[in-house]
Nanobody, 116 residues
Framework: QVQLVESGGGLVQPGGSLRLSCAAS????????MGWYRQAPGKQRELVAQ???????NYADSVKGRFTIFRIYAENTVYLQMNRLKPEDTAVYYC??????????WGQGTQVTVSS
């Protein structure tokens, strides 16, 4: 089972930026999809951004134009660059990877708090 470890969360003021990292314990070439989800208190987990092996991306409407998902194969890492952060972006952010055989793996989550 692959291990996914998130980092980069923290406290940031509205309008600020953060970059989240998701480091995999082995090559990310085997993943059909890698993505970021988030869960705010009292709400369901939702998809934030997804990156397919083809390079296609998918973003939640609420983050389009502000967030960017990208990967660096040599680092076995997927990133989420978050700009112009808003208080409603506050949540625990989780990394997810779906392999070619359908297996899905999750990281432990990283807290992002946007507050003045």
């Amino acid at each position: 089972q692959v291990q996914l470890v998130e980092s980069g969360g923290g406290l940031v003021q509205p309008g600020g930026s953060l970059r989240l990292s998701c480091a995999a314990s082995r090559s990310i070439f085997s993943f059909n999809f890698m993505g970021w989800y988030r869960q705010a208190p009292g709400k369901q987990r939702e998809l934030v951004a997804q990156l397919a092996a083809t390079g296609n991306t998918n973003y939640a409407d609420s983050v389009k134009g502000r967030f960017t998902i990208f990967r660096i194969y040599a680092e076995n890492t997927v990133y989420l660059q978050m700009n112009r952060l808003k208080p409603e972006d506050t949540a625990v952010y989780y990394c997810n990877g779906v392999e070619a055989d359908g297996r899905s793996s999750w990281g432990q989550g990283t807290q992002v708090t946007v507050s003045s």
